[in-house]
């Protein structure tokens, strides 16, 4: 059972445009959702994260939006970039109890055109 | 100082071979975690230890796996009779404790690409 589904699978988006990463996710004591951002041959990095008491989080570029009622979470990259080129993770959490572990989506590969 | 680190970087071995991976996390992170990402796919939670104590060990895919933190700090991920199946990158990750509390944020290693052939 995939807890945590994420599309698209692969996304190619112009200089200066918006990407747009979707998830959606199952299980409902999930209340942590961070985003990870991983380049070839390098671990996952932390992006931006964001918790159900709030409906959206913006650091910078970075925006997620978040749709508690409808179980769903996105990512929305501002003005893209081709240094933005990776591959996207978002990721779910139980903070409540001890399922400290991540549950990932299958990832995003985007590709930033100059 | 330094991210979390991770030896060896690639590793090959023949099948049944035995490997070990090595985990170094972040100073004075006391939760650790081991995660297999497998070609083109989210990484998937392996096991978690908080100090020396291996207290959730749910995702090992077999008894093949087995993981070791002995004095709490760095971390072992042994396979034992490596199978073709078992080829994937191996992710550490530590984070700090608050509370008695893993704290959300994970900090990941670069990983170990492991291939059997």
């Known amino acids: 059972q995939q807890q945590v589904k994420q599309s698209p699978q692969s996304l190619i988006v112009q200089k200066g445009g918006i990407s747009i990463i979707n998830c959606a996710y199952e299980?409902?004591?999930?209340?942590?959702f961070p985003w990870y951002q991983q380049f070839p041959g390098k671990g996952p990095a932390l992006l931006i994260a964001?918790?159900?008491?709030?409906s959206e989080k913006k650091e910078g570029r970075f925006t997620i939006s978040f749709n508690k009622s409808a179980k769903q979470f996105s990512l929305h990259i501002m003005d893209s970039q081709p240094g933005d080129s990776a591959t996207y993770f978002c990721?779910?959490?139980?903070?409540?109890?001890?399922?400290?572990?991540?549950?990932f989506g299958k990832g995003t590969l985007l590709t930033v055109n100059p | 100082g330094a991210g979390v680190s991770q030896s060896p970087r690639y590793k090959v071995a023949k099948r049944g071979q035995d490997v070990a991976l090595r985990c170094d996390p972040i100073?004075?992170?006391?939760?650790l975690f081991w995660y297999q990402q497998a070609l083109g796919q989210g990484p998937e939670f392996l096991t978690y230890?908080?100090?020396?104590?291996?207290?959730?060990k749910s995702g090992l895919p077999s008894d093949r796996f087995f993981a070791e933190r002995p004095e709490g700090s760095v971390s072992t991920l042994k396979i034992q009779r490596t199978q073709q199946e078992d080829s994937a990158v191996y992710l550490c990750?530590?984070?700090?404790?608050?509370?008695?509390?893993?704290?959300?944020?994970?900090?990941f290693g670069p990983g170990t690409r492991l291939l059997v052939l």
């Open positions: 230890f908080q100090n020396e104590a291996q207290l959730d």
């Open positions: 964001i918790r159900p008491d709030v």
């Open positions: 100073s004075g992170h006391v939760s």
């Open positions: 990750a530590s984070s700090l404790i608050l509370s008695g509390r893993a704290l959300e944020t994970q900090y």
């Open positions: 990721a779910a959490n139980d903070r409540g109890g001890s399922n400290y572990k991540l549950t």
């Open positions: 299980n409902t004591a999930f209340d942590y």
